[in-house]
């Protein structure tokens, strides 16, 4: 059931933003509607990551051992320096893998 439904989501995104924001595609939209479609990727991402990273069985974890919270603020820090998606992701998860593991 989860991959299907992370399946479809992809499956629904990328078709947003296929249709709308190509232009090779013929339809064209308002200004705002296509300005608003820039933001569906960053808000389905948070909308995802956001339980996952601050709740564990419906309840709230805590800040100080928190490797989800750790490695999503490293992961973050790492893209904005090293500005290469493929190099900050595959650090990002081996140093979220190490935190888990430590703690």
């Not at 299907?4 to 190509?22: C, D, H, I, K, S």
Request: net charge neutral.
């Amino acid at each position: 059931m989860t991959w299907l439904l992370l399946l479809t989501l992809a499956a629904v995104v990328f078709f947003n933003r296929y249709v709308f924001l190509e232009p090779g595609v013929p339809l064209k939209i308002p200004r705002v509607l296509s300005e608003a479609l820039e933001y569906s990727a960053p808000c389905l991402l948070t909308a995802i990551c956001g339980p996952i990273i601050f709740l564990e069985h419906g309840v709230l974890r805590s800040a100080v051992g928190n490797p989800y919270l750790l490695g999503s603020i490293i992961s973050v820090i790492m893209a904005i320096y090293v500005r290469n998606m493929v190099l900050s992701v595959i650090c990002s998860l081996i140093l979220f893998y190490v935190l888990c593991y430590i703690l």
